[in-house]
């Protein structure tokens, strides 16, 4: 099993920054992809980045150029990093292991999530 936990949330001005990072502790048989999701309140939960076990990453157009996700495989964490912040990147975002539990079963974990509040 493993638990996500996510910290590094805050506030933020606008064009400012904030890095986030997920520490996903528990065993599993091998991680398939981390990834960060955010929910702005009424919203529903978007995809924000992915990456793979090999490294390849996948990113939300809104978000591209500005922020950038990185993993250290050894410390079981994920990272977050945002720039050039805007408002409208204001919500919980929340951090997602896919996982092997054995060689056979898939399953998904969710973290709690961290507050993101970027003011105009």
């Known amino acids: 099993q493993v638990q996500p936990v996510e910290s590094g949330g805050g506030l933020a001005q606008a064009g400012g920054s904030l890095r986030l990072a997920c520490v996903a502790s528990?065993?599993?048989?091998?991680?398939?992809?981390m990834g960060w999701y955010r929910q702005a309140p009424g919203n529903e939960r978007e995809l924000v980045a992915t990456?793979?076990?090999?490294?390849?990453?996948n990113y939300a157009d809104s978000v591209k150029g500005r922020f950038a996700i990185s993993r250290d495989s050894a410390k079981n964490t994920l990272y977050l990093q945002m720039n050039s912040l805007k408002p409208e990147d204001t919500g919980v975002y929340y951090c997602?292991?896919?996982?092997?539990?054995?060689?056979?079963?898939?399953?998904?974990?969710w973290g709690k999530g961290t507050l993101v509040t970027v003011s105009s």
């Open positions: 528990g065993t599993v048989y091998s991680i398939n992809r």
């Open positions: 997602n292991v896919d996982a092997q539990v054995t060689m056979y079963i898939r399953m998904d974990y």
């Open positions: 990456i793979s076990s090999g490294g390849s990453t």
